[in-house]
């Protein structure tokens, strides 16, 4: 079977955007121009083709990212030139602050992205956090200002918070004509042609020339073509001085320097048009086609070798060694677990095995499927640049790399933020009890920001997560897809510690019982660690993992080599219990300087011993403080109840950064303890008549102020 498509014509993408920007909507338009699907699905009606899990479509969001094929022929092309026909493989991204995670992982396996803005609202916060994870995997965007046929729409003001708070490089690739109940179509400001979308589903696009625009719109438009241009040809020195002597490039050599800006992340182009109207998507669709890179525009994936442990690198081609990167775990109640992933370098043909660098095992893949949302087709082999995902693959986590095991490469992993709120729960009955442990390390694995920890002094179980919502959603799934029925206790904040002063300590730990005995004894020095260090320019001797480091400075052999590695373990369970009020200890540095053996006694359980002993009480001395995650919150308001908000958010240790006007509301930014805002949606409703909304995400931890650190460690006696 060979490849059905050139890589050329291949683009992986991803819709990502604020939550309720519009973006399954524009996705679901997106299937039914590309003719997936021969209805089209609304969220509000609970019938879309991405959103396919029930919680998704009873709350009208979306939750987990689903991926779809699809074929779009440009409009400019005749349909049945099949030179022109391009395979995309989409990803539609959930909106919500609580699934980052998925916004987080689908941008590190796609080339490129369209990024849905709000016409009303403009740049939201959620889109500032999805804009800063893209910069983040370097993934070139196009920008579409949606849902300009709304009340209060302004593309210009979208625009400009464009340029305000995401990037100074965005720009107008169209002006709208119209907006509100007027909006009929879009202006190219490349081509300098109007565009009118007619038919039953705007399925018609219609190409106007400009005379038939009102005179003041003509205006606009040569300004912003000219602006464009300028934009265009600063990417060609040669183009640019031509430029400058008067001669106009022609539409494909702008067209060629527009997509090799695009690539470089030197240009975003902005789109508008109303996904919800029929307007617009087609011609997003062209850009994608025209201005997004294939995978054979990016850079060649790194990782390292996994034997030498020195970079290494695989180019877009099916005839590199085969390469991987898993970056979803789904369970599916008829396959059981499915593994999502992005085939960088090689080919994979369903029955063969791949070696995965983690557990340094192989593995057999059964069959291998290409999904389109939650249908699937199976096919026999998987082709460089493709998305699909795996059934039979047992040992395999997300972030996991697949590869060759002749040539072994495993790639760069993807960092995922740490859980900031937690729940006990506890099975109903006996029978629930199997299930519970069961279903929760099933969507454990799913979700690298779900994280389940039994407490050791209660034995409860307590998962932990990204906010209300997620674990809602997770005790509702629990419920739903494994049948196990459970009780909840309420949220509560993952507190952290840290010390604030440097220690030194010894631990010792030596028992003598008949027969040989026990012997460990370490000196340590510990100190908060320095964050502003970047982790290649630490010293050969020092290990850095999140929130810990490691020094070892042992001289002379006090401490045998081989027992190095158990002092550092060691040191990690002394930090998994604080000293004040038990929470994880993060942010130490511990240096190992000194210490002593004994020939016959001392083995690797007594140095673990010692080690977690000596941290345990350093950190009683070293001037320990409780940390609390603190929220970035954003309250859009009524003018008439900015008194009662902000005030509200000051009576709850809120600081407030600014407001500013979006439209007839008013939004206040503050930054507020996690602990003081559980259940704040039902007394901002009740404050406001019902008529404002708020979003928060984790920003930072910060010390507790002692009144509330004593009444803290209260609790937990």
């Known amino acids: 079977m060979e490849r059905d498509y050139p890589l050329e014509k291949v683009r992986n993408i991803g819709i990502i955007a604020h939550i309720d920007a519009g973006k399954t909507t524009t996705t679901e338009r997106v299937l039914f121009y590309t003719g997936v699907s021969h209805k089209i699905g609304e969220v509000h009606d609970g019938e879309t083709t991405t959103d396919w899990m029930e919680q998704e479509r009873e709350r009208g969001i979306t939750i987990t990212s689903a991926a779809v094929t699809c074929f779009w022929t440009p409009t400019y092309a005749a349909i049945t030139d099949k030179s022109k026909k391009h395979r995309f493989n989409i990803i539609d991204t959930p909106g919500h602050i609580d699934f980052t995670v998925e916004v987080k992982r689908s941008l590190r396996v796609l080339d490129g992205a369209v990024v849905v803005f709000d016409g009303v609202a403009g740049v939201e916060p959620q889109s500032e956090t999805n804009w800063r994870y893209a910069d983040e995997a370097s993934v070139p965007r196009i920008c579409f200002i949606n849902k300009l046929d709304r009340t209060g729409a302004s593309f210009e003001h979208s625009y400009s918070t464009i340029l305000d708070r995401l990037t100074k490089k965005a720009v107008r690739m169209q002006i709208p004509i119209g907006l509100e109940d007027h909006h009929e179509g879009v202006v190219d400001l490349l081509k300098m042609k109007a565009y009118y979308f007619e ?78 109207k029929n307007k617009g998507v087609q011609l997003v669709l062209d850009a994608v086609v025209d201005y997004l890179p294939s995978p054979t525009d990016i850079p ?65 893949i059964g069959r291998i499927l290409r999904m389109h949302a939650n249908d699937r087709e199976e096919v026999k082999k998987v082709y460089a640049g493709e998305i699909a995902a795996a059934v039979g693959l047992k040992d395999t986590i997300t972030s996991d790399t697949l590869c060759d ?100 300590m010894e631990g010792k730990y030596i028992k003598q019982s008949g027969g040989r005995g026990n012997y460990g004894h370490v000196r340590i020095r510990i100190k908060p660690m320095d964050q502003n260090v970047d982790i290649d320019d630490l010293p050969k001797n020092v ?4 929130g810990f480091e490691f020094i070892n400075t042992i001289k002379g052999g006090s401490i045998p080599q081989e027992y190095i590695p158990a002092c550092e373990k060691g040191f990690k369970e002394g930090l998994d219990r604080g000293v004040l009020a038990g929470f994880k200890l993060e942010n130490v540095s511990v240096e190992l300087y000194d210490g002593s053996f004994h020939e016959v006694d001392s083995n690797e359980m007594a140095f673990k011993i010692a080690a977690s002993m000596a941290i345990q009480d350093a950190c009683k001395i070293a001037k320990p403080v409780i940390l609390e995650p603190m929220m970035k919150v954003e309250v859009v308001t009524p003018d008439k109840f900015m008194g009662d908000v902000t005030g509200s958010l000051s009576s709850k240790r809120g600081i ?62």
Do not use: C, W
């Open 405 to 504: 095991e002749e040539k072994p490469i495993e790639l760069y992993r993807i960092i995922f933020p740490e859980p900031v709120i937690q729940l006990r729960v506890e099975p109903k009955t006996k029978a629930d009890q199997e299930k519970m442990g069961m279903a929760l390390n099933r969507l454990a694995q799913e979700d690298p920001t779900f994280k389940v920890s039994t407490d050791p002094e209660t034995n409860e179980t307590i998962i932990a997560g990204m906010g209300e919502l997620h674990l809602e959603i997770i005790v509702d799934r629990m419920k739903r897809e494994f049948s196990v029925e459970t009780n909840v206790g309420k949220p509560q904040v993952a507190y952290r510690e840290t010390i604030t002063s440097t220690a030194e």
């Open 199 to 276: 038919g039953e589903m705007g399925n018609k696009v219609i190409e106007k020339d400009l005379s038939s625009l009102p005179e003041n719109m003509k205006a606009d438009a040569e300004k912003y073509h000219a602006e464009l241009i300028e934009k265009i040809v600063e990417q060609d020195d040669a183009v640019m001085n031509d430029y400058l002597e008067g001669k106009v490039p022609d539409i494909d050599t702008l067209k060629k320097l527009m997509r090799k800006g695009v690539i470089a992340n030197e240009i975003f182009p902005v789109f508008a048009g109303s996904a919800l």
């Open 300 to 364: 060649a994936i790194e990782g390292v070798n996994p034997d030498t442990e020195e970079k290494d690198v695989r180019h877009a081609s099916d005839s590199e060694p085969f390469a991987a990167l898993a970056f979803k775990v789904a369970t599916d109640p008829f396959v059981g677990q499915i593994i999502f992933f992005r085939v960088y370098s090689g080919t994979l043909a369903a029955g063969s095995y791949v070696y995965n660098p983690r557990t340094r095992n192989k593995e057999r």
């Open 543 to 546: 290990k850095r993992e999140k």
């Open 656 to 717: 407030i950064e600014g407001m500013e006007a979006r439209g007839m509301n008013q939004a206040v930014k503050a930054v507020v303890p996690l602990s003081e805002m559980f259940g704040y949606m039902t007394s901002l409703r009740s404050m406001t008549e019902g008529r404002a909304g708020f979003t928060m995400e984790f920003l930072r931890y910060d010390i507790v102020p002692n009144s509330v650190a004593t009444s803290i460690i209260e609790s937990r006696k």
